[in-house]
């Protein structure tokens, strides 16, 4: 379950009582070092809440510095209070519930605020899915977009190497084309590789080495 792999461990997670000052709320969030945490009440997940928002309240009031921290709640200025996502959901629902927002908050089945997924998590994951991890060379090429052809151009680069991360998109330059981008091990023959994959229609048309 990709929630599951991808969210922070519960331990990590920082979270702060709505009722609390914004004073003890720049204190947690000086503690922790993000630059949000997640609200919540009883297990109940109420929302995010940062520097920027304590800032924000802050320019808008015309209470003085020391007031304004100590009497203010951090319910007042809590904001995202829908960015979650159920802890058995998948890529697509975290991707619409990250949207502008730092991190989502993950729920049980019984809606409870278990964990969080964040930005960088996702980064992560995209730097695995491609290789980064590790040294060798990436290839990008463009392939038709035909029932088999990943298929074949798979079994093409593994009689040269093994793919260490592919990421295939859609090839908006060309109608029908899907666009590949993998990486191989740095020893590996890369213009044998290429002679192969244009016997089978593929084009490579960009190789870098890291």
Do not use: W
């Not at 049980?108 to 590790?134: K, P």
């Amino acid at each position: 379950m990709i929630v599951q792999q991808l969210k922070l461990e519960a331990h990590k997670v920082v979270t702060i009582e709505p009722q609390a000052s914004l004073k003890d709320l720049l204190a947690a969030l000086d503690h922790c070092g993000f630059q949000h945490i997640p609200v919540v009440a009883d297990g109940v997940f109420c929302g995010m809440v940062g520097y920027a928002d304590v800032h924000k309240a802050f320019f808008e009031s015309d209470v003085a510095k020391d007031q304004f921290l100590t009497e203010t709640k951090v319910e007042a200025i809590t904001v995202n209070k829908h960015a979650t996502v159920h802890e058995e959901g998948n890529i697509e629902d975290i991707l619409k519930a990250i949207d502008r927002v730092p991190f989502i908050a993950v729920l049980d089945g019984e809606g409870a605020f278990t964990s969080i997924v964040t930005r960088n998590s996702l980064y992560e994951m995209l730097r695995d899915a491609l290789g980064m991890h590790q040294p060798g060379i990436r290839l990008t090429v463009s392939m038709p977009e035909m029932q088999g052809s990943l298929l074949k151009f798979a079994e093409v680069v593994r009689k040269h190497s093994n793919i260490f991360g592919m990421l295939v998109l859609d090839d908006n330059a060309d109608f029908g084309y899907r666009r590949v981008s993998f990486k191989v091990a740095p020893e590996a023959n890369v213009d044998a590789i290429t002679e192969d994959l244009r016997s089978v229609g593929v084009r490579v048309f960009h190789v870098t080495t890291r």
